[in-house]
């Protein structure tokens, strides 16, 4: 089993930024691919990112690309989200997930990840 769990959401204005992470513990590996999504009010469940914990392409949702970055802390077993010039409609809670990438076909699909963190809540106000 793999246990994830978020840190560094919060209230920001918009244009500003924001450091999310996603500690795991358990059985994670570098066969295992890690993903952000996000679900706003009324919404369904979106793709943020997803790339395997061992590096390599990241894929980036139409969302995140050209504002968000991803890094690793291998020592840590962490992954970082640092979301930059954010906006209202980035409001959300944020979920890391993580799946083997031996299953994972359809990396933008929540259906396709095993593993699910808490969630964390990310305000942005206009």
């Known amino acids: 089993q793999v246990q994830l769990v978020e840190s560094g959401g919060g209230l920001v204005q918009a244009g500003g930024s924001l450091r999310l992470s996603c500690a795991a513990s358990g059985r994670t590996s570098s066969t295992y691919a890690m993903a952000w999504f996000r679900q706003a009010p009324g919404k369904e469940r979106e793709f943020v990112l997803a790339?395997?914990?061992?590096?390599?392409?990241?894929y980036w949702g139409d969302s995140a690309e050209g504002r968000f970055r991803l890094s690793r802390d291998y020592a840590k077993n962490t992954v970082n989200l640092q979301m930059n010039s954010l906006k209202p409609e980035d409001t959300g809670i944020y979920y890391c997930?993580?799946?083997?990438?031996?299953?994972?076909?359809?990396?933008?699909?929540?259906?396709?990840?095993?593993?699910w963190g808490r969630g964390i809540q990310v305000t942005v106000s206009s």
């Open positions: 790339t395997p914990w061992s590096g390599g392409v990241t």
């Open positions: 997930a993580a799946a083997s990438v031996m299953s994972l076909v359809r990396y933008s699909e929540s259906s396709e990840y095993e593993y």
